[in-house]
């Protein structure tokens, strides 16, 4: 591939990324709506633990995909990239179903706990909790060894957490 060739495929997956992105937040908006709609006043429906349960199993449903569509499998398993000058190593599916199973527990507990406080609060008020999750996940990371810390990532997350003081204050 020429210069051009990459330089437009990365303007793509650019692209691609920001768009699924915004896709993201939408449907969390969304999901965060349509939960405190079901738990709405005069609905006698409470079961956070099922809608929570129901939600989190959903993100199976592109496993089918996977296995049958060739361009999203890997013939070498192992296969290296460079990725923001840090050289990567794909994960075979037994090291991403073994991640997965030991990431899915604080997963549910923190969708449960988001879903079960949209009982009582507003979706803009759960969602600016949550976006905290990031400077805990950045301490964490970095105390455990598997993130490096750096200045560009702490200066990212306090503008998150200047974000969701900006949200809260115009909120009030």
């Not at 495929?9 to 692209?15: P, Y």
């Not at 923001?84 to 923190?110: K, N, V």
């Amino acid at each position: 591939m020429s210069g051009d060739e990459v330089r437009d495929r990365r303007k793509r997956q650019h692209l691609l990324g920001v768009v699924l992105v915004v896709i993201v937040a939408l449907i969390w908006v969304l999901s965060g709506e349509l939960i405190q709609f079901i738990f709405g006043e005069g609905s006698s429906y409470d079961k956070p633990f099922f809608l929570t349960y129901y939600c989190t199993g959903l993100f199976t449903m592109y496993l089918p995909f996977i296995v049958c569509h060739s361009g999203w499998r890997q013939d070498d398993p192992h296969q290296s990239d460079e990725i923001g000058g840090e050289r990567t190593t794909a994960l075979s599916i037994r090291e991403t179903a073994r991640l997965g199973l030991l990431i899915w527990p604080p997963w549910f507990c923190a969708n449960y706990t988001f879903v079960y406080s949209l009982r009582a609060t507003t979706v803009a008020s759960a969602s600016t909790i949550s976006t905290l999750s990031g400077l805990f996940t950045l301490a964490g990371g970095a105390l455990v060894g598997t993130e490096r810390f750096s200045t560009l990532k702490l200066l990212a997350v306090l503008l998150t957490v200047a974000g969701v003081g900006v949200i809260s204050y115009s909120d009030d």
